[in-house]
């Protein structure tokens, strides 16, 4: 029996990297619904390779208007949501010497400011015992040079899930984060040019105490885990999904 059969699910961030890892176990498990994001081409290739039960709309996260419309349009579609993956994110990279206030709104307004609008503007749309699922990061918990802001936005996410659950608590809305360890997704792309990337990876999975980064999948298996009743005893908490990298020496 697959475990979120007829289930609707929202996935912001659902065309690329950790979000599209999310849809495909999501739809494995028979689930339907939205994948979000702003870019049209990965949008269009991500749905095609979801299937018939998941549509994408294009819209932009820190935009409360199109969040607004993204639930709506999904309600008309599929009628109330019962999983919604708040996992849109990426940051400014640099310190507190170099980002200044334009960065710092950037990086808050992407990693924080739209977790809170996306799940605020979702919630008329959820189900009662709806699963909200977070993605955080370890760099919540370890300082890494140039990930300062984006650390704390995150460190904020992971509170969020607990405040969250404690809010909905009357609707039964359950609402956990994932934390990521590095995890192999187009995120490297952006920051390394084409031909550092092997070398980046590599270099990275020797910092891992099981010896490989991430990938997408490992965080779907998770996602299936918190959507699904096999989870209905866990509100507010963080599940480290990081090969050991938050807390074993190395
Ligand atoms: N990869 C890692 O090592 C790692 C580790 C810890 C945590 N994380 C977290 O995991 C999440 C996914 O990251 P990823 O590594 O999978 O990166 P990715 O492949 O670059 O994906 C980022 C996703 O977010 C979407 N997005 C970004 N800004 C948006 C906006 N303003 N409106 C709508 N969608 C937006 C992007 O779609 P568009 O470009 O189409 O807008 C894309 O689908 C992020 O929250 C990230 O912070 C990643």
Do not use: C, W
């Amino acid at each position: 029996m697959s475990k979120l059969q007829h289930k609707v699910v929202v996935i912001t961030g659902g065309n690329s990297g950790i979000g599209f890892g999310i849809a495909q176990a999501f739809k494995n498990e028979g689930a339907k619904g939205v994948i979000v994001g702003r870019n049209p081409e990965t949008l269009a290739s991500a749905v095609a390779q979801l299937g018939a039960d998941f549509i994408a709309l294009q819209a932009d996260v820190t935009k409360l208007a199109d969040l607004e419309r993204v639930f709506q349009e999904t309600a008309e579609k599929f009628g109330k949501i019962d999983v919604l993956v708040a996992n849109a994110g990426g940051g400014a990279v640099g310190t507190v010497a170099t980002l200044g206030e334009a960065d710092f709104d950037k990086t808050i307004d992407l990693n924080l400011k739209s977790v809170y609008f996306t799940v605020h503007h979702a919630l008329p749309y959820l189900n009662e015992g709806a699963s909200i699922i977070l993605i955080g990061s370890n760099a919540a918990h370890r300082a890494y040079p140039n990930f300062t802001l984006y650390g704390a936005a995150k460190a904020a996410v992971i509170f969020l899930a607990k405040g969250f659950s404690s809010d909905l608590l009357d609707r039964k809305i359950r609402a956990n984060v994932i934390t990521p360890g590095t995890t192999d997704t187009p995120a490297f792309d952006k920051f390394v040019p084409a031909d550092q990337l092997d070398g980046l990876k590599k270099h990275f999975a020797g910092e891992m105490p099981i010896g490989r980064i991430g990938q997408p999948a490992d965080m779907g298996k998770t996602a299936v885990f918190l959507a699904s009743d096999d989870s209905s005893f866990l509100l507010g908490a963080e599940l480290l999904v990081d090969g050991g990298m938050t807390y074993l020496a190395k």
